[in-house]
């Protein structure tokens, strides 16, 4: 069974711009996660989608930030404009359900502006 | 205060010790997660845990639901072990079933 899939692997923008990351869960997992590990910090919750709807975005930082699960297969997303403490590395998880259910996680998006 | 406290940060250790990491923390739980990432690499799941003990290959995981406390052990370490181990919780009242991280121990294993 393929992974979880997120692209790019690595990005370097100048701040101010777009970056748009993607990620590709398992097939068939409903639950899909997005996280953030800042340097020199723990890894920290962004936000859960169950298919398409979101569950819970409370650890979006702002308004700068926008995530989208169109259909409720891939999920993407995207900051703008980028900020110098936006850098870190994005982890996306996915698993079959909620309750007592591993997660299965990405290699991990490694952003950097500049 | 996180809510999740790892120890040690870094441990460093000769080839075939005994290793242990320990984790604890502060909110009821339903499960708890053991992960490894590999520098560069991502983050794979060895353990999920709610009680007792469990074990694969020369790794093991305890959890002490009382006590709150965790820990991961590697028998005759290796240096493919060299990695960061992070603890994760779902807590029991968090919504839906996001992670908690601890910070991670940083492992080095020397030949």
């Known amino acids: 069974e393929a992974g979880v899939t997120q692209f790019p692997s690595h990005s370097v923008i100048e701040k101010g711009q777009t970056v748009t990351l993607r990620c590709d869960p398992i097939?068939?997992?409903?639950?899909l996660y997005w996280y953030r590990r800042v340097m020199g910090k723990e890894i920290k919750f962004l936000l859960h989608f169950v298919k398409e709807s979101k569950q819970d975005e409370s650890g979006m930082p702002n308004n700068r930030f926008l995530a989208e699960r169109t259909g409720g297969t891939y999920s993407t997303l995207k900051v703008q404009p980028a900020e110098l403490e936006d850098s870190g590395v994005y982890f996306c998880?996915?698993?079959?359900?909620?309750?007592?259910?591993?997660?299965?996680f990405g290699s991990g998006t490694r952003l950097t502006v500049v | 205060k996180n809510e999740v406290e790892q120890s040690p940060q870094n441990l460093t250790a000769q080839e075939g010790e005994f290793i242990t990491i320990n984790c604890s923390y502060s909110v009821g739980i339903s499960a708890l997660h053991w992960l490894q990432q590999h520098p560069g690499g991502g983050i794979v799941s060895l353990f999920m845990?709610?009680?007792g003990k469990k074990k694969h290959g020369r790794l093991i995981a305890t959890i002490n639901i009382q006590e709150k406390h965790s820990s991961l052990h590697i028998t005759a370490s290796h240096p493919r072990d060299s990695a960061v181990y992070i603890c994760?919780?779902?807590?029991?009242?968090?919504?839906?079933?996001?992670?908690?991280f601890g910070e991670g121990t940083q492992l080095t294993v020397n030949p």
């Open positions: 998880a996915s698993s079959q359900g909620t309750a007592d259910y591993g997660y299965t």
């Open positions: 845990l709610s009680s």
């Open positions: 994760a919780v779902r807590g029991r009242e968090t919504s839906g079933s996001r992670l908690t």
């Open positions: 097939s068939g997992h409903d639950n």
